[in-house]
Each structure stands twice: as structure tokens, then as C-alpha cells.
């Protein structure tokens, strides 16, 4: 087994994504504008657009058409369904006020709100954080992050990190609404600030990002997944990309995703994406229908990226035969119309090239379950590169067909189990009656693989040697092994 | 805006299709291939946008006229829109408008062809600084409310206070009541817009992007509107397009609303 | 009468009678064959002479009267009678079993003085003096003695034990003893008794005694101090069975004593205070290493009091005896005679009323264990300590302790018997005599267990089986299954599931498939039960049983994973379809097929095909269906 240590599919020199571990410092920012402004020195929209932000009095004044407070603001508590829910999570401002709540209208039991707030700072008095608190089953779970509290309640087998981890997510999605200047600006001038007001429409987002952070294995590995395509193509959609926008100056990302899956990112030189930013990336595109309808400009925050202001971004779907969304990521402001033209240009280079069939054509082939690659005694497995930030798996399997919710459970806690921070491991094989599991952590990679029942340890380690063995003959098609710049 | 169309040498030099195919039929041909990507019903933006390059190719001289849906969020902006470009319906929790989207749509007026550049704007508060950007530079806005949310209804006021602000003097304005076919649910009655319209004398209609009812109408007042102004007739009638509507609205064979 | 101050001790209800002393009549009491002589006028008027029982008939005959009688004895087989009228010499005559037939005469050597005789054997007879022993060999049809031995000795006085065969002669006033072994046709000399260096012995203060079947000689000693007699009890126990002094009892009074032996009981009365104390010398005691002390097992108590029945004119009337009299004599082992009344009882012993009085159930325990008939009355002081609202479970166990102690060294000697000698080898020279108490498991089953079994009882019940068991396991003695049984049954319907499993996991309870069975029965009021099973089931090596019961839960990977040799695949997949569960029948399908033993079953046994099938129902998208043709 040691030696299939060397294998080490899917990695590469240089990737485009951060790498990442999963569970490093969420709150890591770093302020990559600055450096990209100073070096390009274009415009000087970026600041007069953060200073028309930060003036709030000067904004529109609407009337936020709240629903009128009802005066049963304990209701939720006799309610069993809200009560039952396995995991809820609620956003609040610093001084209480409510912002977000996964189930029910946050009006509804304002007084939480104030609970939540009351333990916050009651620790905080004392310079010290509540981290969690546990009660029978029910874990409580803050993370105060300047100037929100975020809480999770949660009856799911979770452990603590997972879920701060996920708060950090919904930290990061409203920052990636607002920049995180803006936000901290806003309650610094009005700290009874309402920011559901900043926020409409925001709470679909965050829906669609607990789900699917719950469902995608991508959050847990911290890493991104790549569509299946020859080297050969990936490098000439890569290269229309970039070919297609040589003109435009301060272009940071160009990234063409399908079905949740990456198929190319192109980047400025030196700058890196993180994968949590992508996968916010990949929540916005996933859960906005409307993106379908136009072409979008939109600003947009990459909190790991620079927390402190916008990039801008062009997004559309290629093409009515090809469904895969192309977003281009500037600084610039006004560059709607050039990102527009290129984006013509990159579909048609792409139309010629027959590359729209080659992705239409992977995205149209159904991804191989384990049998089907003669690997019988495995059920799936999860392989992450290190070095690139990116995963494969293989397509669900039987039995995991009819009950997915128990595979990326067994995932999430063999992810907690390598990362747990008092006592990591290097190497888990685990049997109960319905699965076996082993999970191996190397320097390079990361590997999850769930098998039969009664496969014995010998057995696993020959299956996951053979199975690094196959995953390094396709690299190249599962991975992207460059990371090609403007 | 349009910066140096010195143009990449390679940007649609061959165009297989008829550039007067009308948009409906386009539609039509599409549904006729079963989208790859199981996207049922949807409407491509690059093919249009394709047809309305071509546009631009043969008539070089054609202007852009800059059109812009405002309101807040939800009074169904993008579903009006998309019933107007695609004849189709996007129904109810269709996901709100990220930023700014971009159609472009030609329409025949008397005869000639008139580009409509329709930018359509998120409702959320949070994007308004980013549309703020656009209001100089249109010809036409669209003010939508929706007639079940009286917010909706009140906030116009603040809206009309921002285009009095933003956009030009002469831009042309349009009040829309979205979401007629409500029923029951209606809270804001057609007079209120009506009188809120005559108020600021600007031009107003009831339209439902669900029905259909009135959405051809509203972008064809405003397509004859800015082509009138723009063949210099503009100071014959300022309120041609309150007439215009006044007019093609009684010819529809069954009011929206008694009055 | 209070419980607490019952008398434990009681005279024999039907004493024997005989004619009480008067101007005419003397009485002779002969220990070695328990009859009392009532000699009138010297015998001219008649000698009676009465058992030691009322059934056993009275002997009457006449003899002469020569003068005032010492001492008279018959001989051991009743065939001759030897009278004792003068310090040098005995009369022997021989006893046809209604009269005197001859006449001859046996005087010591010159010199002595004729301290008493005693008869050694059948036929010999030792005559004790003031300068040794002289032993002889009656021959009555000769009329004639034969001289066999002769020992020297300065006697002042003797005291003679007739079922050990031993004499203890006494010199320099009572400070030198020395026990003398009588065998047929030999004398010898035992080691001294030790006593204090000039420390005097009155003869009234020695009784000879024979406790747990050893020969000992009790000595009644007057301390200094007030109310501090004791008794030394020296035991002839040492190498060639030298005198031990291994025990003290302390009798926390002064005054005269007198002491009796009833079933291996040291019963010291005292008259002052007309009460009687009981000894255990098997009993734990203070001890310095080689003496053990002794306190009375329970407080002192009078005798029970007794009354004779006389026949009256009219009608019988009743005397009230006295109790403690200055007239009594007593006698080993537990001989009261009363001359002046004519009365002859036999002291007994009322175990349970003693055991009432001992609050200690340990204690009492360990005394009942050595009585002859204290079985009855352990099981049943078990039984109602046991129903004690709060029994001692401490005391319980170490009660149940003492009971398995005996047990397991009874289990032991016999298992030697039976193991030890090789064959052909001589049979061991003496079988082991059992305990006087043995308690097996079925006798606390049946005596204490099951009376406890009643719904108000079951805590009870639960506590005492538990102390039970546990001394059990503590002396390596494995539980029946009764027992087991009882105690699982018990646990549960006390739902204490914990306390069950920790029985189990600590080996109180042995494992057994009986037992295994009687647990999977319980899994359904209690799922833990199960597991036990399994676990115990495990221990006992018992795969297909295990298998078996896997099943039966629908533990279908663990069955498989526990052999998958020679199984019935289609049992395994039908049971896997039964349970509703897809990834199970995934997982079981796979096994099989995956498996070099049974992949070819599935072309060969169109059967099976059902089960492919069922698999493409729920997996109708798998790969794996292509894999199953």
C-alpha cells in the first residue's frame, strides 16, 4: 500500500483554486482588488461605488414591506413541525435584531433572537466566545463573526466544526451580497439596522446553500469536482477563453461550469479562486433560474477572495443547445458590453471547435458507478487532490440509489474523523453491518471509500491500490491538470 | 459604452438564417429540437441576440433605443419581460433577478423595424446603486407595481422620485399594474393607478404577464413612442402614448377591469 | 415467654426413675454403660439396675450384703459384675442376667491403695491405685483373674472417659495429669497434660470429653479476679495424641460449674446464677496463635423447666423439679441425675430456639453447619432472613460462604475418592465421612428460592439468589441450571437488565445454551437480551446456533460474515427480501455472487432467478444486473 503513496492522481504544479484544508480559518480574507487595482489602475468606479453604497441615508428610502408582526411571537414554540426540524439556522445582527431563519418567519419569535443574542454577549463580557453548547441530541453551535451572530441548532450527527463551517457559509453568501465593508459600515452607522432590507431575495440563496452544502460532498472536502473531458478539449475551451478575452484588460476569473461541475478556470496571473468561493459560485448559478433568461451583470463578492469590495460579473449559458454557464469576473464596472462581445466570441470559437458537443456530450453520458469500472466489492468513493482542490467520484451505485442521505453522512463524520483537530487520523477502516468504510489520508490526497459489508481489510487496501491506480490513468480527464491564465 | 467595435475579425461573418425571421416563429422552430441539456421551454438569449446582431450589421444606422424595467422586487419585471420575448410564462417562485439582465428584442413598428434594448433591473434594494448607473442612458422605463401588494403600489412615488433624479427629462415613462389576472387577490384598484398616473402624467396600463393581456402592448407603446421621437415628431404629442394605449386598449375585445 | 429469653436447653421429658437415696439405699451410676445401680441394704434386698432409657428393661437381682459398697460396675458385656467394697480389692461375679452364680476375688498389690477400677475391655479390668494401674483379663470360667499389666504411678485420684478408653491420673494435687490410652491387653502413657507450673486440680473441676470426635479434657480454672472462670480445653490432638491446650472459654462468672457435651456443644451450668452457657470450640475466637478464646455463642439462659408426674391417690399430681440442685450430679456426655429425687435425664439441645438467639447469621450458620440436625433449621433461618424487609445481602453471602465451604471440600474429598486411586490401587483406608450439615443447590432451590418466589418477595428473591450465586462462583462450584435459570427469570421481571448483564459479563452465571435459549426468549422484553445471548453463545464456541439467531433478527452480513460455508444462499436472500431492506439484499446478493462457492449456483439453480429479479426491481438502473446473468 505504501507504494500506492506515489500515486497521486489529479495533482498538479499549479492550480487555479486555493487549496485548501477544511478545516482552516473561515474567516481568512484577503483583499486581492487592492493589489489588482493598484497594478491595472483603471478606474476609480470601485471607490465611488463603495462610498454610494455606504451612504445609507442617501439610499432610496422604501418602505420594507414586512409582514406585519404578529403579536403570537411564541407561536414556533408549540409548533411541532418547526420543532421538529432536524437542523435550523438562524442569522442575527449583533444587537439582536433577526435577519435569517432557516424554517418559519424570523418575526415570529423575535424573543430567540434576543436569547441568542443575550449568551453571545454574555461570554463575550468576559473576553471570552461561546463556541457550542449541548443539550441531550440538540447541538447549539455560534460563530460570531463581526457584525452577525450566525446559530445553528441541530439534531443531525454533525459534529461542531461541520456546522460553524457552515455558518461560515452563510457568513460568506451575505458578504458575498453586500462586501463585507459594507456590512460592517452599515451597523457601525445604525446599529439597529434591519438588513433583511439589504437582503431580499438573499434568504433563497441561503435556502438553496444549506441544501445544498448538505447534499453536495464538494463542502465537505472543501474542493470542487471537474465535468469528465479529454485534456484535448479542456485545453482548447481553455484557450477560447482565454484567446477570446486577450483585449480586455483587468479580467480576474473566466469560469464555465455545467451541472455543478467545473469545466475550465481561467485566471489572472497570480491570482488564485478559493473553493469556497466557487462553490458560492456555484450556489448562485445553481439556485437562480433567472440566469437563464438574459445575459446578468451583477456585482458580486468573493469574500475569500477581497471581502472588502465587488468583482463584476458576466453570466450566461452558452448557448440554448448547451447548457453549461460561462462567468466572466472583472473589476471593472462598465464592462458589460465587452464581456458581452467576448462572450459571442468564445461560444462561437467554441461552436467551431466542437466543443459544445464534447461538453454536451460528457454531460449526457451518465458518470460510471463502480461496477461499471470493475470495481464490484465498492460502493462509491470520494477521491480529493490536494494539491488541486478537486475531487471525483464515481456515479451513485447500488443501494446508495435509494438512500443517498446515509453515504454522505458516513462521509462527513470519516471527513471529521481525519480532520478532528484534537486527534486526527491517517487511516480509518471501519465495518458495521451495512457498509465498510476506509478513509486514508496521504500528503497528497484525501481518499473515502465506502465498500461492502463484508469486505475484509486486506481486500480494502487491494481495492482502493487498484482504484488509485485507475483514477491516476484518467487524470487527466477527470482533473484539471493546468491552470491557464489571461 | 459600446466601446471600439474595431471588431474581432471573426465575430458571425456567416449568417445561415433569415434576418427577418419573426421572433415567434423562431420560438416555434426551437421547440421542435428537444433541448440537449433538458432545459424544457427555454428560450435561448444568444440566438436572439444573434438575430439582433444581424441588425446591426444591415442596418448600421438603426439606433439602440435603452429601455428599463423598475419596481420592486417581485412585481414580476423579468416574467413580463420574458412573456414579451419568448410569448412564454415563468411561473410564481421563478428565482428574483441577480443584477442587471440584458435582451435585446426587434420590433416592427408601421413597418420598420425599431431595437429594443431592455435592460431588466433586480428589484432588491441592494442592486440599486448598480442600476442607478443605467437610468442616464434610457430612452424608455417601465414602472412596474403589482397589483396584489399595496407596498408595491406605495413605493411608486419613491421610484418616480429617483427617475426625477437619475434619468433624463425627457425619458419615456410607462406605469404598469402587473399580476391583473390576480382575481380576488386584488388589492390596488385600476383607478388608484390611474389617478396616480394622470398624478405624474405619465402613461399607465394594467398588463399580466400570466394572461398575456396588454404585455405586447406595453412594449409596442413604447417602441412607437421612441420611434416617433425619434423621427423628430417628438414634440407633436407628448402624450401620444397615453393616447395610443388609451386607444388600443379599448379595442381589446375584454377589458381587464371594470371601472 | 419472649422469644429472646426462651430457654435452649431442656431436661429429657421421660427421665429415667429409679429409688432415690434413703437409710437403705445407695445409688452407683456407671458411666461406661450408663446404668444406675440402686443397691438396697448392701444389696441383700435387691439390686435394680436401670438403663439409661425408661424402654431399655430394668435388670433386678439380690447379692449379698458385705459391707457398704464403693463402687459397682457391670462389665461391658454384662456377663460379669464387679463390686467394690474395700480399698485393696474388687468382687467379680459372674451374671447369668438374673443372677449371681460365683463369687471370686481380686485384691491390688500390697501396699496400694485402691483408688477405683474401671473396665478397659470386655473382659479386662483395671484396677487404679494410689501406686499405678493394674490391668487383668476376667476369666469367668475359671472364676479366675489373669495379671496382665502393671504400671507405676502416684495417683491421688483418676478420672476415667469410657468411650475414649482413656484415664487421667492426677498427682502432687491435681498439678501433674497424665492421661493413660487403654488397648487390649496394654497400657500406655500418654504425653502430660500442661498446665501451669504448681497449679493445683481439683478432680470435681476435670471432665474428659470427646469433641468432634477427639478426645479432650476440659479443665474448670478459678482466676484471681472476679468473675473470670474458665475452662482449658486441651484436646488430645498433638503427635500421638499429646494433650493441646487450643482452647479457652471464657465463662464471665465464678462460682461452682458443671459441664456437659450435647452434640459437640460445651454446656458449662452455673448453679449460683442457675443458668448454662453454650461452647463452640469450632467457632472462630479471639486467639493468640495457638488458644483460641471463646465467648458463649448466645446469652446464658436457665434449663427449661421440668416437672415429674406422680402417681397420686385420686388423681396424679406434678412435683416441680428443682433446677441446679445441690443434689445433682452430672454426667458425660450429658447426664443430670438427681439421686434424692431418683431421677436421670438426658440434657438436649433446642437448636432453633438457640439459633433465634443468635443475632449473627453468619455465626449461626457456622454453628447449625456443625449440629446433626441443623440442616432444617439453616434452610429455614436462611429463609427468614431472607424475607427480612431489608435482609443483609453481606451477611447472606457470607452465610451462603460457610454453606459452600463445606459443600465444596465435601465435593472435593469425594471427587478424590472416585479420581485419585489408580486403578488396581487399594481402596483409600477410610471413606470421608460427609458433613453433618450439607446444603446442596437443589436444597436452597427448593427451601428457600422457591418459597420466595411470590410477587411481594421478588426483591427478596432477587438478593438471596444473587448472594447465593455469587458465593457460588466464589468457591468454583458451577450454578445449576435451575439456578441460572431462576436468576435471569428473576432479573427481568425486576427489569434490572444491567445488573443481568454484568452477571453475565462477570461469569456469576455460567454460560450454557440452555440459558442462551432462555435469554433470546426474553429479547423481546428487553432487546439487550438478545445480544447476551449471542455474546454467550460466542463464548460457547456455538457458531451455528449464532447463526441461526442472526438470522432469525435479520442479521443476514453478520450470519454470512460468521461462516459462509455450506449455507443455503436462497435461505439468506429470502430472508434479505423479507426484510424490506435494498441495501441489505444488495449486500447479500453480492456476497453470494461475489463468492467462488455459490456464483455458480446462480446459473445452475433456476431458483434463484427470482431473487435476480427482486434485485432489478429495486436497482432497476444498476450495472449490476448486467454482472448477474
Known amino acids: 500500500m505504501a507504494s500506492n503513496c506515489e500515486v497521486e492522481p489529479g495533482a498538479a504544479p499549479e492550480s487555479a483554486l486555493v487549496t485548501t484544508d477544511s478545516y482552516e480559518n473561515f474567516q481568512q480574507m484577503s483583499s486581492s482588488l487592492e493589489e489588482i487595482k493598484n497594478s491595472n489602475f483603471t478606474s476609480s468606479t470601485q471607490d465611488e461605488f463603495l462610498d454610494n453604497c455606504n451612504n445609507i441615508d442617501s439610499d432610496l428610502h422604501v418602505n420594507c414591506s414586512t409582514v406585519s408582526v404578529s403579536s403570537q411571537d411564541e407561536d414556533y414554540i408549540r409548533d411541532e413541525e418547526w420543532l421538529g426540524k432536524s437542523k435550523h439556522i438562524f442569522v442575527l445582527s449583533s444587537a439582536g435584531k433577526p435577519i435569517y431563519s432557516r424554517y418559519g418567519n424570523e418575526d415570529r419569535f423575535a424573543s430567540y433572537f434576543g436569547i441568542m443574542q443575550a449568551l453571545v454577549s454574555f461570554v463575550q463580557a468576559d473576553d471570552d466566545s461561546i463556541r457550542s453548547m449541548h443539550a441531550g441530541d440538540t447541538k447549539f453551535v455560534f460563530l460570531f463573526r463581526e457584525p452577525l451572530i450566525l446559530v445553528a441548532v441541530s439534531k443531525t450527527e454533525e459534529c461542531t466544526s461541520q456546522l460553524t463551517a457552515q455558518l461560515n457559509y452563510v457568513f460568506n453568501q451575505i458578504a458575498s451580497m453586500l462586501t463585507l465593508s459594507r456590512l460592517v459600515k452599515i451597523y457601525e452607522q445604525r446599529r439597529n439596522y434591519d438588513l433583511r432590507r439589504l437582503l431580499t431575495g438573499v434568504e433563497r440563496l441561503i435556502d438553496h446553500l444549506l441544501d445544498f452544502s448538505e447534499q453536495e460532498p464538494a463542502f465537505t472536502l472543501g474542493a470542487v469536482q471537474c465535468l469528465p473531458l479529454t485534456s484535448s478539449v479542456r485545453d482548447a475551451i481553455s484557450s477560447a477563453i482565454v484567446q477570446s478575452c486577450s483585449k480586455i484588460k483587468n479580467l480576474v476569473f473566466g469560469i464555465l461550469l455545467a451541472n455543478n461541475q467545473l469545466i475550465t478556470l481561467v485566471r489572472m496571473k497570480k491570482y488564485c479562486i478559493h473553493p469556497h468561493d466557487l462553490h458560492l459560485i456555484f450556489n448562485l448559478v445553481q439556485a437562480s433560474e433567472s440566469l437563464k433568461t438574459a445575459e446578468i451583470w451583477t456585482p458580486l463578492c468573493l469574500p475569500r477572495f477581497d471581502a472588502s469590495g465587488f468583482l463584476y460579473g458576466h453570466v450566461s449559458y452558452l448557448a440554448e443547445d448547451c447548457q453549461a454557464c460561462l462567468l466572466l469576473l472583472t473589476v471593472e464596472r462598465d464592462a458589460f458590453f465587452s464581456l458581452s462581445e467576448a462572450k459571442q466570441r468564445i461560444v462561437e470559437r467554441l461552436r467551431r471547435g466542437n466543443c459544445l458537443e464534447a461538453i454536451n456530450e460528457s454531460l449526457n453520458t451518465k458518470e460510471e458507478t463502480c461496477v461499471d469500472i470493475g470495481f464490484p466489492e465498492l460502493r462509491h468513493y470520494l477521491y480529493k487532490c490536494k494539491s488541486t482542490a478537486q475531487f471525483h467520484q464515481p456515479s451513485m451505485g447500488a443501494p446508495y440509489t435509494i438512500n443517498c442521505k446515509r453515504l454522505l453522512d458516513l462521509y462527513r463524520r470519516a471527513h471529521y474523523r481525519l480532520h478532528c483537530p484534537t486527534r486526527p487520523l491517517k487511516l480509518l477502516f471501519e465495518r458495521t453491518s451495512e457498509d465498510a468504510l476506509l478513509a486514508w489520508d496521504t500528503r497528497g490526497f484525501e481518499l473515502y471509500a465506502i465498500l461492502e459489508p463484508l469486505t475484509d481489510t486486506g481486500n480494502a487496501i487491494a481495492t482502493v491500490g487498484r482504484l488509485l491506480n485507475w483514477i491516476k490513468k484518467r487524470e487527466d480527464k477527470l482533473f484539471q491538470l493546468n491552470a491557464p491564465t489571461f | 459604452m459600446t466601446t471600439e467595435d474595431s471588431m474581432d475579425d471573426d465575430v458571425f461573418e456567416a449568417l445561415e438564417d433569415n434576418p427577418h425571421l419573426k421572433v415567434g416563429e423562431d420560438t416555434h422552430q426551437l421547440k421542435n429540437t428537444p433541448s440537449p441539456t433538458g432545459y424544457r421551454d427555454y428560450k435561448p438569449p444568444a440566438e436572439v441576440l444573434k438575430l439582433c446582431e444581424s441588425d446591426t450589421i444591415e442596418d448600421s444606422n438603426q439606433t439602440v433605443h435603452k429601455t428599463i424595467l423598475l419596481g420592486d422586487s417581485g412585481v414580476g419585471k423579468t416574467s413580463l419581460l420574458v412573456k414579451f420575448d419568448t410569448g412564454k410564462f415563468q411561473p410564481g417562485n421563478f428565482s428574483a433577478t441577480v443584477g442587471i439582465g440584458f435582451t435585446n428584442k426587434v420590433v416592427t413598428v408601421d413597418n420598420s423595424r425599431v431595437k429594443l434594448q431592455i435592460w431588466d433591473t433586480a428589484g432588491q434594494e441592494r ?24 407596498t408595491s403600489y406605495d413605493n411608486i412615488r419613491a421610484w418616480l422620485g429617483e427617475i426625477r433624479e437619475y434619468a433624463q427629462d425627457d425619458v419615456v415613462i410607462m406605469l404598469i399594474g402587473n399580476k391583473s389576472d390576480c382575481g380576488p387577490d386584488r388589492i390596488v384598484r385600476r383607478e388608484d393607478g390611474e389617478r396616480l398616473a394622470r398624478e405624474y402624467n405619465v402613461a399607465f396600463m394594467e398588463t399580466s404577464a400570466k394572461s398575456g393581456l396588454n404585455v405586447e402592448l406595453a412594449f409596442m407603446a413604447i417602441a412607437r413612442e421612441l420611434k416617433l421621437r425619434q423621427s423628430g415628431q417628438k414634440d407633436s404629442n407628448k402624450f401620444s402614448v397615453q393616447d395610443y394605449v388609451r386607444e388600443e386598449t379599448q379595442k381589446t375585445p375584454c377589458p381587464p377591469c371594470s371601472t | 415467654m419472649n422469644a429472646s429469653t426462651e430457654p435452649y436447653l431442656e431436661l429429657s421429658d421421660n427421665p429415667v426413675r429409679f429409688e432415690a437415696v434413703n437409710q437403705v439405699t445407695n445409688v452407683f451410676f456407671d458411666d461406661s454403660n450408663k446404668q444406675v445401680f440402686a443397691v438396697r441394704s448392701g444389696g441383700a434386698m435387691g439390686v435394680v439396675v436401670k438403663g439409661s432409657s425408661e424402654d431399655i428393661p430394668a435388670i433386678n437381682f439380690r447379692m449379698d450384703d458385705k459391707g457398704p ?31 449371681i452364680e460365683s463369687e471370686y476375688t481380686q485384691n491390688c498389690k500390697k501396699n496400694s491403695s485402691l483408688l477405683g477400677f474401671v473396665w478397659a475391655q470386655n473382659n479386662e479390668v483395671a484396677l487404679i491405685t494410689d501406686h499405678g494401674i493394674e490391668l487383668y483379663m476376667v476369666i469367668p470360667e475359671k472364676k479366675a483373674l489373669k495379671h496382665l499389666k502393671t504400671t507405676s504411678a502416684t495417683v491421688q485420684w483418676f478420672v476415667w472417659c469410657s468411650r475414649n478408653k482413656i484415664a487421667l491420673l492426677a498427682s502432687s494435687h491435681g498439678s501433674h495429669l497424665q492421661p493413660i490410652l487403654f488397648k487390649p491387653g496394654t497400657i500406655s502413657k500418654l504425653s502430660k497434660v500442661e498446665t501451669e507450673p504448681g497449679r493445683m486440680t481439683l ?117 416441680k423439679c428443682e433446677l441446679y440442685s445441690p443434689n445433682w450430679v452430672v454426667f458425660q456426655p450429658n447426664i443430670v441425675i438427681d439421686a434424692k429425687l431418683g431421677c436421670l435425664w438426658h440434657i438436649k439441645l433446642c437448636l432453633p430456639v438457640l439459633c433465634s438467639q443468635i443475632s449473627d447469621l453468619p455465626l449461626c450458620t457456622q454453628l447449625t453447619l456443625k449440629r446433626t440436625c441443623g440442616k432444617d433449621v439453616l434452610l429455614k433461618l436462611i429463609l427468614e432472613h431472607a424475607k427480612l424487609p431489608k435482609p443483609s445481602l453481606h451477611k447472606l ?31 483409600p483406608s477410610r471413606p470421608p465421612s460427609p458433613p453433618r450439615v450439607l446444603i446442596n443447590q437443589a436444597d436452597i432451590y427448593q427451601q428457600v428460592l422457591q418459597k420466595l418466589d411470590k410477587e411481594d418477595l421478588l426483591q427478596n428473591l432477587e438478593w438471596t439468589l444473587i ?16 439456578l441460572n435459570e431462576l436468576l435471569i427469570t428473576t432479573l427481568v421481571r425486576r427489569n434490572k437488565f444491567t445488573a443481568l448483564m454484568q452477571m453475565l459479563q462477570y461469569g456469576v452465571v455460567a454460560d450454557s445454551k440452555p440459558l442462551a435459549c432462555l435469554l433470546l426468549s426474553l429479547g423481546n422484553l428487553h432487546p439487550a437480551a438478545s445480544q447476551l445471548a449471542l455474546d454467550m453463545l460466542a463464548r460457547l464456541g456455538a457458531n451455528e446456533e449464532i447463526q441461526e439467531v442472526l438470522l432469525d433478527q435479520g442479521q443476514l452480513l453478520s450470519a454470512l460474515k460468521l461462516s459462509q460455508e455450506g449455507v443455503s444462499p436462497r435461505k439468506f436472500l429470502e430472508a434479505a427480501q423479507n426484510s424490506g431492506d435494498p441495501a441489505l439484499f444488495h449486500s447479500t446478493l453480492f456476497c453470494f455472487k461475489s463468492s467462488a462457492q455459490y456464483a455458480h449456483a446462480f446459473l445452475k439453480d433456476e431458483r434463484l432467478d427470482t431473487f435476480i429479479q427482486h434485485y432489478k426491481s429495486l436497482f432497476p438502473d444498476s450495472s449490476n444486473n448486467s454482472n448477474s446473468k
Open chain 2, 127 to 150: 442592486f440599486r446603486s448598480v442600476t442607478h448607473a443605467y437610468y442616464r442612458d434610457a430612452h424608455a422605463l417601465l414602472l412596474l407595481y403589482d397589483v396584489t401588494n399595496k
Open chain 3, 467 to 482: 448472594s447465593y450465586m455469587t458465593s457460588l462462583s466464589e468457591f468454583g462450584i458451577p450454578a445449576e441450571h435451575t
Open chain 3, 69 to 99: 459398697v464403693i463402687s459397682i460396675k457391670f462389665s461391658l458385656d454384662h456377663n460379669v459384675l464387679a463390686v467394690q467394697r474395700t480399698t485393696t480389692s474388687v468382687e467379680f461375679m459372674n451374671f447369668n442376667g438374673t443372677t
Open chain 3, 203 to 319: 478432680e470435681r473441676d476435670v471432665t474428659l470429653a470427646t469433641l468432634y470426635d477427639v478426645p479432650a479434657v476440659l479443665i474448670l480454672r478459678h482466676q484471681s479476679g472476679p468473675q473470670t472462670a474458665e475452662v482449658h480445653v486441651h484436646t488430645l490432638s498433638g503427635p500421638g495424641q499429646a494433650p493441646v491446650k487450643s482452647h479457652v472459654l471464657r465463662l464471665n462468672l465464678s462460682g461452682r460449674f458443671a459441664i456437659n457435651v450435647v452434640d459437640d456443644l460445651i454446656l458449662v451450668h452455673h448453679q449460683a446464677s442457675r443458668s448454662s452457657q453454650v461452647f463452640d470450640i469450632a467457632l472462630p475466637g479471639e486467639s493468640d496463635g495457638t488458644v483460641t478464646y471463646h465467648k458463649a455463642v448466645a446469652p446464658a439462659r436457665s434449663l427449661k423447666p421440668t416437672s415429674l408426674k406422680l402417681p397420686g391417690l385420686v388423681e396424679p399430681s406434678t412435683h
Open chain 3, 397 to 427: 453471602q457470607e452465610s451462603s460462604n460457610h454453606i459452600n465451604s463445606v459443600y465444596r471440600s465435601w465435593a472435593e474429598a469425594e471427587l478424590q475418592m472416585q479420581t485419585a486411586s489408580p486403578p488396581g490401587a487399594p481402596p
